[in-house]
């Protein structure tokens, strides 16, 4: 086995093209820190290898000096998500995702972008949060038919805790900084989430629907039959 | 007026007599950082001008300590609270004591006793937290009942936001110690109750039964027309 | 029963419009984290069902753009709230508001305006911090007459245990995020008012002057008798 | 349908029975704050409903307590679990669970009871940190067998992430509270797996082997087709 | 100059004897994590030198081992303070020391056996907390007589700052672990007086009545005219 | 003794002109969060009185607006300060004013303008910093004739201590939150100044040199006879 | 020996001039927190006297400044420093510098730039984290090679652990602030690096480049006979 | 290479024989979550394969249980260090260890203990810390013959920042939990620490004086040309 094969070595950066056999994906770029140059220039490698590219956390300002270049990138403003689709992606199964309040709804939509970039079938539930519990109620039926459910909250954060009460499905609980005073930018919910008493919720970071969406769609494809 | 007469030196401690007309209520001993002898003499000084006393966070040392001089002290173990009633306590409206697990019961026995010791009628809603949320809507037409709601709960602590998203009551939510890891002892249920987006909820200090007791007497009261 | 009619589903939100008989009061609108055409569409829904409304922290950019659809609604600037007034609101009771200083004085209004919405008179005591405590004792006979009292004080949040201590009256603490350095944006007042050992106060989160204003006015009204 | 037959009120608690059927699986008694003649009730409860019960975080003298009254229940010393079997558990698929020290088999135990109560086969992989990395290496291809993985990690927590990065399986991270000074008693290894980049690992709480047992069990079912 | 001259080289520890003269005051010892051995060897030399020795955080059982080979020696019990006294120590000007509870007593002890041993007069006022203003501004003109006031608290703390603004000279605040839940041993109360808008009030660590003992007698001292 | 006098109610404001005859000190006004109109207002209370004002915390555009209306302001642009001088301030004594680096000289501008408003002569030590401790010894004699010492230091804030350490004057620290990353905006600095060993030392909020300058004038004051 | 020789009093400003001979390395200059003037002074000394000089954290405006003054001065921008070359420097031995992302490569810069400056050789490895672990394997053994490696990571900041537990050398970790929600900009990178079980790593603060790569040149030049 | 041959199963656990090799050390035991009997094992083997162990954070009773096995190891009290010695350690160079006090020493010890087993000689210099800068500056002369310095210090920690001015050699610092208050059990030290200013320290864990001393053995061996 020839290790050199196994990634691409563009200067500042290192592709692990390898990865779609490893682990059955290929990388996300991470946009938040990199220069425009830089961006470009790992697109660029993608389109030419002809394998499907996710960016996350990528502003219009970078879409823009990406698009230039290649111009079969797309850009999803609320989910602030690069992709460049080269061979079309097969959806199967179904991944429930759930927020708290309309503020929770970039970061659900980073989730949903995700989840379907990785081949799973997406249901979304808006605006569902505990303070007005009918809400809930009223969709719990339709949210047991997934096979993963992911749950975004700000401020308390219960609705994760709630949810995963109510169900038979594994649940992704997302804190998101929506909230201020003592929320301290997600912790509040954060630490309401790791420390729920309802059986069969997991957690990912703060504001992290890329990580949710993963997870989610992950679990999803290998119970639908991948 | 003389300042003088309104409260009593007795050395190492000045008991604030007046309060009763002030306050409408006399002074609470916290118990946990005083001597026995401390404690004794602050009892006789109540036992001698026939004022009903309360001494929160008392051990069954200490109570042993105080029995043994004023022997009509009593003890309730669960709350950890000793009582001298010289008069008796006429109760009215009422208060609901909600707690989200087993765990909660010695917080909520403090807030119970608490809030019968001044003067209003308590109902106990043990073991509903969320969990298992049918636990909780079996009750809450019983709850909705009282002038004022208290809420224990430790780990995530959300049940105080749910009861609150369900009443037309002021509800008043006491996060507890109870969890472990990340509960910080406590302070994963206080950040969530502060940064409830339920209306009509107010918060105390972690394990702060007496509080919540204290407070929900004096608006249950006001509301049962004192 | 059905549950269908319980609330409005716009979408990509869920007003809770049953709320007005469960809860006794319309579902508050947070502003913060909506974009115009969601607060518009929002707006447009309780204009047109008769309504009464009240969405906080809303920026003039928000209110601007709302006024042009609904030109019937208001904006508070200091406590940055707009509402929409349908049918005259009874007001009854008394709420007073302390504040510590005159940075407190946006969050006061906040609670202001939300006890007046939600059919409360408020009276306001503003600037009569500890730092100079005559402004404090001159106006503490005053403040008594109240039956509910909000205190708001940023830096060492000392000012609501002081009034605590001085009155026979339910007191809601609010923490605000006035101060610097170790203030640590409002977690220094917040402790303090959580850790007061004074006989009656309940706390909200930092700068929550809305939740202060709702629990305060709730509170008022069943015993000024609703 | 009727509610009262949901679940089972013996007084200070309300057991959850009809979860069997919501959740498919049984209520867990989260023994640390209970008291001996509690557990003894509840436990008897389930014994006389013929129902599996699993109870964690659980003393040897509470299990001495219970055991006197039910001889049927088992102690697993080192996960501190009691569990009473009244009916065969039939295991499918598999989870693999992996430490980074010794100091992390007992969490590792607690996940590995109560994932094979659940329903799961367990392979253990422990003391396989990165410190030395070859013992990793040369356990991974069997690791990557397993539907789910858990992997336990205290200090630096770093193994998740790892391990996360080689293999296409979701992966749940316990972060333990081993180790001392800036390790904040697992808030350490919990930062660490909360803000791992590696895509497909989710996280519980500090010390949580409990929860990732059973999210682990369930998710294996889903896959293996329960 | 000779540096050798400038401090006693014992081994273990090296004694600051030139400190008399360039501090003006002796070198204290901090016996919480000395050996018995370690502390009855430093004591010996302070012995022989002729020079008074303060010990402080001294448990009874260090007091008693010391007091075995050098018999002068006294235990100041509530202040956990060991004296070795071998010259008079001449008292001038006058500290007042005052406390929020009986709690804070041991703290306070500690500063006003402190500030005696290093020259100055002290006056106590003890459990004058806020809670019953009255209890405070009945001793405040007494107070006000002192050159230095020393106020200690635990809980919210706001002693400290109430009596700053009632006075014209220099307050030292310390913060006392009393308390619980958030207090966070000691951290409320240090933030409420970190952040005091009360001008002339200096704070010192939690629970260090030694630090404003020091300090307090050294400005006492100045003004009394040393 | 008529309470109406002691304060000037002036809206939104109330003036405690009385606590010149208390404290011996005007009151400071706190600029930052107040608004332009208030300032004037209150300035030109002040101005009418004919009582000297500081004002603290200024911005260049607030001095501005006061300045059109009072043209007799001076405004300290590095310690972010405005006076109103109505008679001349008598200086004695001597506070010194040592800094670690240059980057806290505006905190230590705003206590050497403090200190001189509030009648102290004052001497600076500016850059003195331990990592180069040549420049502290060469200083050291110097700032030993001080009445008061104030010291100014952020990153590691282990200045204070070394000075405290080296002479017989109370010393005022001051933590700044000059630094980046794990100083934590000061916090570093506060924790390294309050757990100093060093004994005569004294702690204020962060960055608040107009506290540390008020004390130490008033320190100084009374030792330089008053 | 006159110490007044030691440093240069330029007024704001005391530097270090002897330092070169006493720690074999001249002073650096922090430019964050310094005024364009304070700077060209500063530069301009180190320019008369033909000194080397270098300047971290500087802005780009800050470098157009002085470079008008003082025209031979470079700026690097990446990792934000100035540098004054007046003698060659000779670089002797090998520094390796890794970095777990892309978005660390401005701290790696500063790190190169200054070990660099002060007299070793630069090797990096940027790009090479752990979510593709061949990265790293494939260019160990050229890491090893160096006298020092420095390793810098955000997020989970686990590399620099991984790197440790496969080389013989000593490894500086620096944990970097790039990530988002609860890796607290920083400090989750931090504690994993400060809790890392591998042995033979230190640890300097986030993002400090500049001392990683100061301490790691003064390592490698006494490894490489300085 | 076959990868089997790396390490050695013991089941629970695996050492990392190989190490030597990759390492140049041996795999260190970390004690302290482990019980008797998996410690006896471990020495066991390593006693088998006549290679040098080292135990950390050993109790006597987990020593006196190893001793009965294998009489060769030996414990070294204050540094809580078992060792077992196989064939002789040759010492080369020479590292230096300060303490600022008394109560350091036990970890001081532990580092000592370790870069001797590593293969170092060690100078100690013991209660050196600034409150008594004289102590400090007496030994500077001496403390700077050596390859590497570890400063530890608790409370403020300010001796490694002030040690690291003064000396040309890497420093290591190790931050102690001794202290009290806001000393948050190391947290104040470690903070000073990493943030000093002084050019050329590194810092590691609280308390982790094991890991000061292998990385000074290590750096002070490659000096000392190993």
């Not at 093209?17 to 820190?33: G, L, M, N, P």
């Not at 300002?61 to 989910?79: C, L, M, R, S, T």
Request: hydrophobic share 40%; net charge positive.
């Amino acid at each position: 086995m020839k290790r050199k094969e196994k990634y691409l070595d563009i200067g500042f950066a290192k592709l692990d093209i390898e990865r779609q056999k490893r682990k059955k994906a290929v990388e996300t770029i991470y946009c938040e820190s990199k220069t425009d140059e830089q961006l470009i220039e790992i697109f660029k490698k993608f389109d030419e290898l002809k394998i499907n590219a996710i960016g996350t956390r990528a502003s219009k300002k970078q879409y823009d000096a990406v698009k230039k270049v290649i111009p079969e990138v797309e850009y999803h403003k609320e989910g602030k998500i690069i992709t460049l689709i080269k061979k079309e992606i097969k959806k199967i199964g179904q991944v429930a995702i759930c927020t708290g309040g309309t503020g929770d709804i970039p970061m659900a939509e980073e989730a949903a972008i995700t989840a379907e970039f990785f081949g799973s079938n997406v249901k979304k539930y808006y605006d569902i949060g505990i303070a007005g519990i009918n809400r809930l109620l009223d969709n719990i039926d339709k949210i047991r038919e997934a096979n993963v459910i992911i749950v975004l909250a700000g401020m308390e954060g219960a609705l994760a805790g709630i949810i995963t009460g109510l169900v038979d499905v594994p649940v992704i609980a997302v804190p998101t900084s929506i909230g201020y005073g003592s929320s301290f930018k997600g912790l509040s919910a954060l630490l309401t989430m790791l420390n729920s008493c309802a059986e069969g919720m997991m957690v990912v970071n703060i504001d992290n629907g890329f990580g949710a969406g993963y997870s989610a769609s992950q679990i999803n494809r290998k119970i639908a039959k991948e």
